[in-house]
């Protein structure tokens, strides 16, 4: 497993050049990686005081106590956590992760669903899925089974970031991933699904507070019971390529925030790249 430490990320800024001034190489790393694991983690992508600062207003939601729910915040049907605040809106489009979904999901793409998460000590884990590929559920492939990859399937094209406001990982527990296993062509061994804390294919990376999480949705993932005895806290934003949607349905702006114009293209409705969606990455758009 390789984490990339966003080195002196704790002196920018929200407009400040991000990974626009970084080396190619470092960026051809980046690609590599989320290529060969189906996952990056990305330590540092916050400063402390920009997570103190989403915590604090998500305590100001006074939220159910989790335990009784592992999930907040959510949309499509409305604006869900966006309208709790500038600094929820400003992870949108932030300068951290935009070149990784841009290599990952390319010039245009959109924001389809988002939703936050929370556990306590004890809460069990989450079944390991994979919403594309050969596990999942619509393949209707066996166990087995060759799955070969279909001109009228998608497999690709939705990445997710998970922004981790408390520490995550091994001995804590949190998001968990089989790498690599968005390239398979086999549906996941029966074993591994009824066990997968017993199984080494299976990892829980760790991932400090302040650290962006990005995997594709092909990825077999899951969440892995919680053993802290600190809450887990973690927003996920999930984008899609410009002309495909998880559902009919929309995240909506938030109302009493201000967009900048490339926020705004993140909130259109799908559209052929290009021709009926706008590229984000045009010199002309405000970031």
């Known amino acids: 497993m390789y984490r990339w430490v966003q080195k002196g990320s704790h002196n920018q800024?929200?407009?400040?050049?991000?990974?626009?001034?970084?080396?190619?190489?470092?960026?051809?790393?980046?690609?590599y990686l989320f290529d060969v694991q189906g996952y990056l983690v990305i330590e540092d992508a916050l400063t402390p005081s920009e997570v103190q600062s989403l915590n604090r207003l998500l305590d100001a939601q006074q939220l159910p106590a989790s335990g009784q729910t592992q999930r907040f915040g959510s949309a499509p049907d409305g604006p869900g956590f966006l309208e709790w605040g500038q600094p929820f809106v400003d992870l949108l489009d932030h300068e951290t992760i935009m070149p990784v979904l841009r290599?990952?999901?390319?010039?245009?793409?959109?924001?389809?669903?988002?939703?936050?998460?929370?556990?306590?000590?004890?809460?069990?884990?989450?079944?390991?899925?994979?919403?594309?590929?050969?596990?999942s559920p619509t393949t209707r492939a066996n166990p087995g089974e060759y799955v070969p990859?279909?001109?009228?399937?998608?497999?690709?094209?939705?990445?997710?970031?998970?922004?981790?406001?408390?520490?995550?990982?091994?001995?804590k527990g949190g998001f968990c991933c089989i790498p690599g296993s968005h390239k398979s062509n086999y549906k996941l061994p029966q074993q591994i699904d009824e066990a997968p804390e017993d199984s080494p294919s299976v990892i829980i990376p760790e991932a400090p507070a302040g650290s962006a999480i990005l995997f594709t949705e092909a990825l077999t993932h899951g969440t892995a019971a919680w053993q802290a005895r600190h809450e887990r806290r973690a927003l996920l934003y999930k984008y899609c390529i410009s002309h495909v949607a998880w559902t009919a349905r929309r995240v909506q702006p938030p109302p009493e925030v201000e967009l900048t114009p490339r926020q705004q293209i993140l909130f259109r409705d799908p559209g052929d790249p290009f021709r009926h969606f706008p590229s984000l990455f045009e010199e002309a758009v405000a970031v």
């Open 13 to 31: 800024t929200r407009n400040s050049p991000g990974y626009r001034g970084r080396k190619m190489s470092d960026l051809q790393l980046l690609q």
């Open 103 to 135: 290599f990952r999901l390319g010039d245009c793409f959109r924001l389809d669903r988002i939703y936050g998460m929370y556990m306590k000590e004890g809460m069990p884990r989450g079944r390991l899925h994979a919403d594309y590929g050969a596990t």
């Open 149 to 171: 990859f279909r001109d009228d399937q998608i497999y690709n094209g939705f990445v997710v970031v998970t922004w981790c406001l408390t520490d995550t990982g091994p001995g």
